[in-house]
């Protein structure tokens, strides 16, 4: 297949009587190899479905190939941008997918003294310092959250998200939790070592530390969930679905509410004319307001709350200009 693609004489899009990719079929096998090259250098789409409305990370999230799911999420992530840069389409993994994996942090701090650091350190949950805020079980984005705390997403079975009574369950667990082995940088027991717990891109090994107290590690537990069959293709759940749940999935899964609402804006782009800036605030408002009715955590709450003042009067001043531009137009006419 390589040579085939490198010579210009395969469609690494092409789809088989089923709607298969290359891309699903080497998802579905939990070919690392494979999947890395059809994505980095045959440019394969990682949004494209087959018959049964499954993506490439579907199929590996129903295999549990949780390495594998981090590839594809972050390659459909930049593919998402590309598709839809100039639209006000926020990607959400919980709308695009009928299979989702879940992932907790176990995390734990090098234990002893000075007197210890040329010895083989030993770990410990309770070594956390109070710099560690992530805490002794974390969400990838560093929330401290346990395997307890994590819950399946509501929807809407009315259309109408604001009716609590009306929200139920569109999802159901595929698999138990277990701890992932998947990724190339975790040693026989799931665990990797570095310095740090907090700092984003941290360089992690699979090789335990000899020597030294300062050492973290981690471990990632993984849990399967599948949406409904009779919501599977449907996007009529929209965002609502996704902030109805218990926050600790939907946020995390959607990047939470705040960052959502950042992303809403579009920080990165210029606004072609203050109407499409109103409506980017407006959309970034609502997106604040739906999750401060699930958000559980007070300091969250009162962020989201100052940013919707914030917002608020800025958009208030953005109708106040359009209504001056109005004025200003018909007065030539």
Known sequence: MPVLLEKGEADINA???MGHTPLVNAASKGDIAMVLYFLNHARANPLLKNTFSEMAYDVAAANSEAYLCDILQSSEKQWW???HGSEDQIYDPLILHSTV??????????TGSFALSFMAPKFSASALTQQDFCGPWSLPNGRPST???VHLPLISSTGNSNAR???QRGWFWMTEWVIDKTDPTVDAEGWQYGKSLTEVNHPWTATAPTSGTNWVRRRKWIRVMKKRMDLIGSTNEGMEGSDAGLPSIAQEMAGNYMRRAN???RPEEEFTDTAQELSRYRQAIQILLRGIKVDNDPSTKLTASSLVREYLQHAEELMELIREQEENSGAFQ
């Open 15 to 17: 789809r088989s009587k």
């Open 81 to 83: 941008k590309e598709e």
């Open 101 to 110: 994996l879940v992932t907790v942090h176990e995390n734990q701090r090098a």
């Open 147 to 149: 395997k307890d705390d």
């Open 165 to 167: 009574a009306n929200m």
């Open 263 to 265: 992303l809403a804006l």
